[in-house]
């Protein structure tokens, strides 16, 4: 018996530099990807724009929209804040796809 022959050859992984990582996000479906954003709230669906080029412009087209004002206090902020989340919903229910 040869040495070494018993053991099954695995499938070369594919090799990435030590600094690289493989992007799994990509690889993920349309459908769950839909899923997961239906799942956060608005602000944080449109956050998830920056993962990837896939999700740049993913979020508008989510059909639940979950706007919680106290997601844009600021405790330290005492002016803005009604502002700035009513500029959001405006951007948001212009950009949205949504029904």
């Given at each position: 018996m040869e040495f070494g022959s018993?053991?099954?050859?695995?499938k070369p992984h594919k090799k990435h530099k030590a600094n690289e990582v493989e992007d799994?996000?990509?690889?993920?479906?349309e459908?769950?990807?839909?899923h997961i954003l239906s799942l956060l709230p608005t602000k944080?669906?449109?956050?998830?724009s920056v993962?990837?080029?896939?999700?740049?412009?993913?979020?508008?087209?989510?059909?639940?929209?979950?706007l919680d004002d106290c997601l844009f206090y600021i405790p330290k902020r005492k002016t803005g804040g009604i502002?700035?989340?009513?500029?959001?919903?405006?951007?948001?229910?212009?950009?949205?796809?949504?029904?």
């Open positions: 018993a053991a099954p050859k695995e799994l996000t990509n690889k993920l479906p459908l769950l990807i839909s944080d669906a449109v956050h998830t993962l990837s080029r896939r999700w740049t412009y993913r979020w508008i087209s989510i059909t639940k929209l979950d502002q700035h989340f009513k500029n959001f919903v405006n951007r948001t229910l212009l950009l949205t796809k949504g029904s």
